[in-house]
């Protein structure tokens, strides 16, 4: 039996950090299935007072496995155990950008970036092409994104990425921070803001960006497309394609008032869903996934549960209770997976 040790990234959210070892095992049980791996054993230990996550194998990692595991939210560092001493094993970390691209942005309400990175690869796990999160060609849709969390973290992992949000000012914030963030880091790259019409209606406005890792990368032609639509998402045809999305993910609204601004959200996002669904599947592909992190004291699990499989879609099982976790005392935050029929 060979047993390797992870250690995981802080978390700059306590709350979120006592329960990171329980969420980082379920992830990595997600992520071994979704890729047909054998499923190690994991628990959590601690050595020498530092907490580490317990991987036990029948056979050393192969290359392929070290790939997977470094695809894991909260993974810092793995080491191979051997007796009282550890063997550093080197992650193949996916990151393409400066960790500030995710972590810099600070403001009430913001979601935990490892859990948001979290819902992204248990979500493309589920799809029937999980290869392409690690090969650069899934294609993500935050429905819901807000001031673009989800947008910057599928960059930095090097997808293309659309994000839709009605939120004006969310618009704005996101749209400033990511070109003064490029220029900061004077990276290649256009950011082209303009209205959005379709068929002579306004639609909203729109942010069309094309980027490029490295000078030789934009050489190349190895660029990434960030597009974020101001507009609504319970109507998006002739805005997205059918079927070219291959995951949807995003926060579900969880009933309580972030920030400053005063539209006052519904306490159930569930006729949200239900209005909203029909966009979002038309534009997912066949075996394609989508992913809600949720507040169970607004939306029922169940209920959440059985909405998705209304709109056609099939739930992926697991345990109900794996990634549940408290955030505060009005938020008991957990994800939801469901695939579109192959």
């Known amino acids: 039996m060979t047993e390797h040790l992870m250690l995981l990234a802080p978390s700059g959210n306590r709350v979120y950090a006592a329960d990171a070892p ?24 601690c050595i020498a007072g530092v907490d580490y996550l317990s991987l036990r194998t029948g ?12 695809q894991l939210s909260a993974a810092y560092a793995l080491y191979r155990r051997e007796g009282d001493l550890l063997a550093p094993v080197a992650l193949q970390h996916p990151d393409r950008y400066p960790s500030d691209l995710v972590t810099i942005q600070k ?3 913001k979601t935990n970036e490892q859990w948001t990175r979290l ?9 029937a092409t999980p290869d392409r999160l690690l090969d650069g060609t899934l294609r993500v ?3 819901m994104c807000g001031r673009g969390t989800t947008l910057n973290i599928a960059l930095s992992l090097g997808l293309d990425v659309t994000g839709v949000d009605l939120d004006s ?54 660029t990434q497309r960030v597009i974020y639509l101001s507009t609504d998402t319970t109507d998006l045809d002739g805005l997205i394609r059918p079927r070219s999305v291959d995951v949807i993910v995003t926060d579900t609204p969880y009933g309580v008032q972030h920030g400053s601004h005063g539209d006052r959200l519904a306490r159930s996002p569930l006729d949200l869903l239900d209005r909203a669904l029909p966009e979002w599947v038309r534009t997912l592909r066949t075996g394609g996934a989508v992913g809600l992190s949720y507040n169970r004291h607004v939306a029922p699990r169940d209920e959440l549960a059985a909405l998705l499989v209304t709109h056609g879609l099939t739930l992926v099982d697991g345990d109900p209770d794996a990634f549940r976790h408290r955030v505060d005392a009005s938020i008991d935050r957990d994800l939801l997976v469901a695939r579109k029929g192959r």
Do not use: C
């Open 59 to 70: 056979d050393e990692l192969t290359s392929w496995e070290v790939r997977v595991l470094s």
């Open 107 to 109: 403001y009430q309400g």
């Open 141 to 143: 849709l935050d429905p």
């Open 169 to 222: 000012k969310d618009f704005q914030a996101y749209s400033a921070f990511i070109k003064t963030w490029m220029r900061q880091h004077r990276l290649k790259h256009s950011a082209d803001e303009s209205s959005l019409r379709t068929d002579g209606r306004g639609r909203g406005r729109q942010l069309r960006i094309e980027v490029a890792a490295s000078k030789d990368d934009h050489k190349a032609g190895r």
């Open 22 to 45: 329980r969420l980082a095992a379920a992830e990595l049980r997600a992520l071994t299935v979704g890729f047909g791996l054998a499923e190690p054993d994991v628990l959590t230990t």
């Open 119 to 127: 819902l992204l690869n248990v979500t493309a796990a589920a799809t």
